[in-house]
Nanobody, 122 residues
Framework: QVQLVESGGGLAQAGGSLRLSCATSGSIFSVSVNDMNWYRQAPGKQRELVAAITSGGSTNYADSVKGRFTISRDDAKKTVYLQMNSLKPEDTAVYYC??????????????WGHGTQVTVSS
C-alpha cells in the first residue's frame, strides 16, 4: 500500500522559516514516484496548488510563494520537500503533499498525504 506521510509543520513567526517533508512508503524496487506537489488549504478557502516538481526536476510555483518557497525532491528517499522562507500570516494553512505514483501490484495512482498544519503568527 502506498502512503504519503508529511512532517515538519508547526508554528513560526512572520519572516521565519519552516521545512516540510513528505515521504512515500514502499521500497525503491516496488514504488516509482513521478510528479510531486504541495497544496494548501486555509480555513474557509479552497485547496490551492503551492508548488510542483516533475520527475525531471522542473518546478512550478503559485505566484503568492514565488521567491519565498522552494520545492525539491530526493528520489532515493522518495521524498519531496518544501522549504518555506519569509513566511507570512497568510501562509497559515494545512499543507498536503500529493504524488503520481506507480507501485508494483497496484499500477499507477494519485495519492494524498493527511496534511500538516502550518501556522504563522504576526
Amino acid at each position: 500500500q502506498v502512503q504519503l506521510v508529511e512532517s515538519g509543520g508547526g508554528l513560526a513567526q512572520a519572516g521565519g522559516s519552516l521545512r516540510l517533508s513528505c515521504a512515500t512508503s514502499g521500497s525503491i524496487f516496488s514504488v516509482s514516484v513521478n510528479d510531486m506537489n504541495w497544496y494548501r488549504q486555509a480555513p474557509g478557502k479552497q485547496r490551492e496548488l503551492v508548488a510542483a516538481i516533475t520527475s525531471g526536476g522542473s518546478t512550478n510555483y503559485a505566484d503568492s510563494v514565488k521567491g519565498r518557497f522552494t520545492i525539491s525532491r530526493d528520489d532515493a528517499k522518495k521524498t519531496v520537500y518544501l522549504q518555506m522562507n519569509s513566511l507570512k500570516p497568510e501562509d497559515t494553512a494545512v499543507y498536503y503533499c500529493s504524488a503520481d505514483v506507480w507501485s508494483l501490484g497496484r499500477g499507477r495512482g494519485y495519492y494524498w498525504g493527511h496534511g500538516t498544519q502550518v501556522t504563522v503568527s504576526s
